[in-house]
């Protein structure tokens, strides 16, 4: 069986601010018969759907239908709650309603989408369901970081590396800095997306490395929480009530200069 009339938009959001959702996406979201949003155990973390209620001021609470998920701490529960995500969503396309789903920044940029499209996927396959997927992208949240910043340290020939630290040992984190800090032309950047909990570990990296650099201004830190910038990052004071705690949505840029 294939439907063709059914509709799943997959809608980011922006980085944060809520000015920053895009047109399309309010009118997809406006459209929609539900609108999924991913609410986080363990946190009083919905920046998705408070963004959503900001710009949708009309929107029916009986339209929006939480799907939890795991972030910040881990019990092993997230393959169980995106397949009972993902069934949620699929009983709503099967009656012919269009759905959507939405998420901070990019879906297509490491987000709760690419596990959730795991297990819609195999309960499309399971009953021959052809899924009519629309992705929406939003605002970049790394687009958004550089705006703030507003020094143009992206230009010719400098060296760019975008990671995300979620997962690796200290031994790999400090390879990427080498990598990034070991190219000939100056400004070389790296920018840790999903930083989170990494921030302060990959900050003691280089502390530890490169601290006369900082020390001489040749090393700087951004830091993005919350869609505000911090840009007064010290190595000597590594835990600071400005940025604690992180959340899991933030991005680390370290730049060095010259």
């Known amino acids: 069986m294939i439907i063709n009339n059914f509709l799943l938009n997959i809608v980011g959001v922006g980085p944060g ?79 012919n309603y269009v759905c959507s789903y939405i998420t901070i920044g990019d879906p297509v940029f490491y987000s709760t989408y690419a596990e959730l499209y795991k297990s819609l996927k195999q309960l499309a396959n399971n009953e021959n369901i052809s ?29 760019v590396l975008i990671t995300v630290p979620i997962g690796k040992t200290d031994s790999e984190l400090e390879s990427e800095v080498n990598f990034i800090n070991s190219a000939k032309d100056k400004p070389s950047i790296i920018m840790y997306m999903k930083a989170g909990n990494y921030i302060y570990g990959i900050l003691d990296i280089y502390k530890k490395m490169f601290y006369n650099d900082f020390k001489n201004g040749k090393l700087k830190f951004y830091i993005l929480e919350k869609s505000q910038l911090h840009d007064n990052i010290d190595l000597d004071v590594l835990v600071s009530d400005d940025f604690s705690p992180f959340d899991y949505f933030s991005i680390l840029a370290a730049i060095f200069i010259s």
């Open 17 to 95: 601010d809520p000015d920053l959702i895009t047109v399309k996406a309010v009118k997809a979201l406006k459209g929609s018969d539900y609108v999924f949003y991913p609410k986080v155990l363990y946190s009083n973390n919905n920046f998705a759907l408070e963004i959503l209620k900001d710009n949708l001021i009309n929107i029916d609470d009986s339209k929006l239908i939480p799907l939890e998920i795991e972030m910040k701490k881990n019990f092993n529960l997230n393959k169980r709650l995106y397949d009972e995500n993902a069934l949620k969503i699929f009983q709503k396309l099967k009656k």
């Open 131 to 159: 899924l009519n997927i629309n992705i929406i992208s939003g605002i970049s949240s790394l687009s958004y970081f550089l705006s703030l910043i507003k020094e143009p340290y992206i230009i010719k020939k400098s060296s």
